[in-house]
């Protein structure tokens, strides 16, 4: 009888053991998905706030695109656009020789 009840004693310290080990395990695998976790969240606000910060150059140049002077600074610079009375002067390279 004094066998059996070691017997289960070593069969109940084992499972307790092997319960540890778990409880263990999992503690360690869930504080490493929660730093990546933490990484994650520090590399979206980071985005985040670059995307803002894109958004109000984009508002600030949409304000912009609607004022007479970049329309004209459009029409004379890449539509080769000019006022009445005015002449477009282009110059020649000369070629070495």
Request: proline residues 1%; hydrophobic residues 45%.
């Amino acid at each position: 009888m004094i066998m059996v009840s070691k017997k289960k004693l070593k069969v109940r310290h084992l499972l307790f053991l092997l319960f540890l080990i778990y409880v263990a395990t999992t503690l360690i695998l869930q504080q490493f998905k929660i730093v990546d976790l933490a990484r994650q969240e520090a590399q979206l606000k980071l985005q985040l706030k670059e995307a803002m910060e894109h958004r109000e150059e984009l508002k600030k140049e949409i304000s912009l695109l609607h004022t007479d002077g970049y329309i004209e600074k459009v029409a004379r610079d890449e539509l080769g656009l000019v006022k009445p009375g005015e002449y477009i002067l282009k110059g020649v390279k000369k070629s070495k020789e």
